[in-house]
C-alpha cells in the first residue's frame, strides 16, 4: 500500500504542472462571455506574475498528493463542514470525494484573491459567481454521491426519493424554495394573535390597534411601520416573541400597518402613494383614535425607510410633532448595501424601468419570490443547497420554526414603488442628498429633528451595520446607537426571556462606528430591555389603560390580524 502511494504521487507530480495557469484562462473565458463585466476592461485582471501561479499550484500540489494518498491507504476522513459532518463522510471512498471538493473550492478562492481586480463590484460579482459554482457543485447535493441520502433511500425502500420528488414539485409550482412548510403554522391562529382590530383601511394598508394587556398605559402610542417586502407579522410572531405583546405588556398603546400584497390592480402605485396615503395616513388616523400628536414612530428595514421618508415629507409641511423615532435594520445612507450591491446598477435598473416601472414601457409587479430566492442564494450553503439535499433528496419535512415561515410568506411589490426605490437608494444613494422630491417637497432628512433610536445587527448581510450607523450623521436629534448580535432577522426578534446573545451599547455617538465600536460594552441578553428602557422616558406618563378600540370616526373593522395579510 507505502508502494502504491508512493507511485500515485510520482505520477501525480509529473502530470499535472499547470492547474493553476489553466483556472485562471477558465475564470478569463468566463468572465468574456458573461454580460455582468461587459464595458470592463478586464484583460489585466489575469495577467498575475508567474511565481503567484507556481506557488498556488505547488501548494495544490503537495495537497492533493497528501489527500491522494490518504485514500490509497483506507484512512476515514472527519470534517468541520456540516454538510459532510456525518459518519458516512469518513469512508474512503466518499470522504475523498468531499476532501477533494474543499480542496478544489478552497484553491478557486485563494486564486480569486491573487487577481488583480481593482474595481469593487465586478471583483464581488466574480467572487459571488465562483462562490455559487463552489455551493452548486459540492458532492453532497447530488444523489449519486451523498451517502446519507442513499442510506435513507435503502431505509425507506426508495420512499424518500417519492417524497423528496413531491417536495420538489410543489415547490417548482410556488417558484421558491419553501424553507418551512406552508401548512406549519396557520396565521392569525398560530402567528399573529395578539389580540386587536382593523381601525382603517384603504387600498394600499389595513391599521390595527391592539387591545391594551395591562392595567395601565403610557401616553404616547407606538406607531410602527413594518417593512412592505414581506408580511407585518415578523413583528407579532407567537406570544413568546411578539414584538408587539411584549410592548403591550409594557404599558404601550400600539398600532401597526399591515400593507397588502400588491397584486395587477394597484401594480401602478408609486413610491409617493406609499408615502403619502401609506404612512402619512395610517400616521394621522392613528393620531385621531388615540387623541395624541406626539407618536413614538418605529421602523423596521425598509418599512424604517419609508417611515423616515414621510417624517420628512411632515417636516417639510411643518409638522416635526413626533416623541420619537426607532429605526431597526435601516438604511438611509446606502454608502454599503452588502452582498446585494452586486445586482444593482443602471443596465439593471434602466431594465426594471422598462419592464415593470412605467417608464415608456408597461407597469408590473416585482414578484415576492424572485426577491425571496435572491435573499436565499446569498447564503447558498445555509438557505438553499442545503434545504435541496434534506428535502428532495432525503425526502424530509422542514423543521417548523416560525422565522422561516415567515420568510417564505413573501409579498410583490408595484413596479413604479420598486423601480423609484431601487434607482434613488441602492442605484444613486441620493435619499439622504436634501435635494429629492418626494410628495411635491424637498426631502430633506436632517429635518426629523426628534430623539432617535438607531439598531443595526452585526452580522446582518442586508442591511451592514456601518451603513445603519450611518443614520446617526442624518439625523438632527439626540441619538442613541445599539449593536445587536446575529443577523437581520434574529438579532432583531429576540425577546429578552430566552437570554439569548448580546449587545453591544456606547452613549457616545461618534462620527466613525469603528471608534463607537472600539468603546463600546458588550451586555448580555436581548436588546429589547434596553430599547423599552429607552422608550419609556419618551412616552409621558402612565394612565389607566382604556379597552376601548378605534373611535366614532374609525370604528372597528374586523379582528386582527385582518385580511390584507392572508392575501
Known sequence: MDNNAHTFKTYWSGQVPFIASFAVQQLR????????????????????????????????????????????????????????????????????????????????????????????KPRQRLRYLVEQAIAASAPSNFLVSNPDALQRAVETQGASLLTGMQHLVSDMNEGKMRQCDSGAFKVGVDLANTPGEIVFENQLFQLIQYYPQSETQYRHPVFVVPPSINKYYILDLRPDNSMVRHLLEQGHPVFLMSWRNFDEEHAGTTWD????????????????????QRLNCVGFCIGGTLLSTALAVLAARGDREIASVSLFTTFLDYLDTGPIDIFVDEELVAYRERTIGGMNGPIGLFRGEDMGNTFSLLRPNELWWNYNVDKYLKGQKPIPLDLLFWNND????????????????????????????????????????????????????????????????????????????????????????????????????????????????????????DWFNWLAGHSGERQPAVPHIGNDKFPPLEPAPGSYVKQ
Request: proline fraction near 5%; charged fraction near 20%.
Open 29 to 120: 473565458l468566463w468572465v468574456s462571455t458573461n454580460p455582468w463585466f461587459s464595458g470592463h476592461e478586464h484583460g489585466a485582471w489575469f495577467e498575475l506574475p508567474r511565481e503567484t501561479l507556481d506557488s498556488l499550484q505547488a501548494d495544490y500540489q503537495v495537497q492533493w498528493g497528501q489527500l491522494g494518498q490518504k485514500l490509497l491507504t483506507g484512512q476515514s476522513f472527519s470534517f468541520d463542514d456540516r454538510r459532510f459532518s456525518s459518519s458516512n463522510w469518513s469512508e474512503p471512498l466518499f470522504g475523498s470525494l468531499a476532501a477533494f471538493y474543499l480542496l478544489n473550492a478552497s484553491f478557486l478562492l485563494k486564486l480569486l484573491d491573487k487577481l488583480l481586480i481593482k474595481e469593487k
Open 273 to 292: 402613494d406609499l408615502i403619502e396615503h401609506g404612512v402619512i395616513d395610517a400616521l394621522q388616523v392613528t393620531r385621531d383614535i388615540s387623541g395624541e
Open 410 to 529: 413573501s409579498t410583490n411589490l408595484p413596479g413604479p414603488m420598486y423601480c423609484w426605490y431601487l434607482r434613488h437608494t441602492y442605484l444613486q444613494n441620493d435619499l439622504k442628498s436634501g435635494e429629492l422630491e418626494c410628495c411635491g417637497v424637498k426631502l430633506d432628512l436632517r429635518a426629523i429633528d426628534a430623539p432617535a433610536y438607531i439598531l443595526a445587527t452585526h452580522d446582518d448581510h442586508i442591511v451592514p451595520w456601518k451603513s445603519a450607523y450611518a443614520s446617526t450623521n442624518l439625523l438632527s436629534g439626540a441619538k442613541r446607537f445599539v449593536l445587536g448580535a446575529s443577523g437581520h432577522i434574529a438579532g432583531v426578534i429576540n425577546p429578552p426571556a430566552k437570554q439569548k446573545r448580546h449587545y453591544w451599547t456606547n452613549n457616545r455617538v461618534t462620527k466613525n462606528p469603528e471608534t463607537w465600536f472600539k468603546n463600546a460594552e458588550q451586555q448580555p441578553g436581548s436588546w429589547w430591555n
